[in-house]
Antibody, heavy 114, light 112 residues
Framework: EVQVVESGGGLVQTGGSLRLSCAAS????????MNWVRQAPGKGLEWVSY????????FYADSVKGRFTISRDNAKNSLYLQMNSLRAEDTAIYYC???????WGQGTLVTVSS | DVVMTQSPLSLPVTLGQPASISCRSS???????????LNWFQQRPGQSPRRLIY???NRDSGVPDRFSGSGSGTDFTLKISRVEAEDVGVYYC?????????FGGGTKVEIK
């Protein structure tokens, strides 16, 4: 079964850092485009970042550019999102998605508070 | 950036009746490769989003055929032929033609 499971969320202070993980099963992460999408409490969906299957093309939303870094570990079949200089407006559930967003995880909640 | 505008914001529907959601983009979603990358997602209460439709009108595996997508250029529609109780939730369109990817603001479908 194709599945992605996010982890690493939690409560962090403004200006702090977190690294989110997305463990894939049933498929090989390096064979697929991957995205991170977030959803602030009670709000809509916001695309955050993209990593191509080749690993050579990366995009970020302007709201996170320069602060977040997407990466993957082929040996661990996992995708990551390193989040630095966190702000209150980064508070959200973060979802890992496979391909053209056909597969979503359950999400991991990040709360940024002073 | 492309702006995706959904309407209505809220859609109360009687069980068994049809429902229609509109999604308009601020620029054409026709890609240089000739495809139009407009997707629809459903998010039921308390659940993760689920893709229903990709490339305007292609239903994902397991999606009931009462869901259909149509449109072209900048104007797209998601239709539910006969609403069932399990269809309650928020529906989002999303364009994947241009960077950055952009979602519509969502349409909440509820039962009257």
């Amino acid at each position: 079964e194709v599945q992605v499971v996010e982890s690493g969320g939690g409560l962090v202070q403004t200006g702090g850092s977190l690294r989110l993980s997305c463990a894939a099963s049933g498929f090989t992460v390096s064979n697929y485009e991957m995205n991170w999408v977030r959803q602030a409490p009670g709000k809509g969906l916001e695309w955050v970042s993209y990593l191509s299957s080749s690993g050579t093309t990366i995009f970020y939303a302007d709201s996170v550019k320069g602060r977040f870094t997407i990466s993957r570990d082929n040996a661990k079949n996992s995708l990551y999102l390193q989040m630095n200089s966190l702000r209150a407006e980064d508070t959200a559930i973060y979802y890992c998605t496979r391909g053209w967003m056909a597969t979503w995880g359950q999400g991991t909640l990040v709360t940024v508070s002073s | 950036d492309v702006v995706m505008t959904q309407s209505p914001l809220s859609l109360p529907v009687t069980l068994g009746q049809p429902a229609s959601i509109s999604c308009r983009s601020s620029q054409s979603l026709v890609h240089s490769d000739g495809n139009t990358y407009l997707n629809w997602f459903q998010q039921r209460p308390g659940q993760s989003p689920r893709r229903l439709i990709y490339k305007v009108s292609n239903r994902d595996s397991g999606v009931p055929d009462r869901f259909s997508g149509s449109g072209s250029g900048t104007d797209f529609t998601l239709k539910i032929s006969r609403v069932e109780a399990e269809d309650v939730g928020v529906y989002y369109c999303m364009q994947a033609t241009h960077w950055p990817r952009v979602f519509g603001g969502g349409t909440k479908v509820e039962i009257k």
